[in-house]
Nanobody, 121 residues
Framework: QVRLVESGGGSVQAGGSLTLSCVAS??????MAWFRQALGKTREGVAA????????YYDTSVKGRFTISRDRAKNTVSLQMNNLKPEDSAVYYC????????????????WGQGTRVTVSS
């Protein structure tokens, strides 16, 4: 069992920045990722970090603006979000698991409770 606790959501104006953090405790996993779900939309993958290869993956909509990183000592994965846009507004979820493809939602076993990000224009 893995427990994931997210923090760092909030409200910001377009062009601003936020950093989300996810602290993991418990069992092992190969990947940690951030997904988001906007109102009325399906949940989508935002970024992922492979704990073995240290490879990172990003959705095209956030590439160049978001950075995912891991602090192994603190067992924390962070998502630095810069140049935020109104379309980034969503509930962001931390996930951990063993996905064969980084953004395959069904392959993530463990999920956090979500943290809301609101970007105003």
């Amino acid at each position: 069992q893995v427990r994931l606790v997210e923090s760092g959501g909030g409200s910001v104006q377009a062009g601003g920045s936020l950093t989300l953090s996810c602290v993991a405790s418990g069992d092992t996993y190969t990947s940690m990722a951030w997904f988001r779900q906007a109102l009325g939309k399906t949940r989508e993958g935002v970024a992922a970090f492979h704990t073995g290869s240290y490879n990172t993956y990003y959705d095209t909509s956030v590439k160049g603006r978001f950075t995912i990183s891991r602090d192994r000592a603190k067992n924390t994965v962070s998502l630095q979000m810069n140049n935020l846009k109104p379309e980034d507004s969503a509930v962001y979820y931390c996930a951990a698991g063993y996905p064969p493809v980084w953004n395959r939602e069904s392959s993530y076993i463990y999920w956090g409770q979500g943290t809301r990000v609101t970007v105003s224009s």
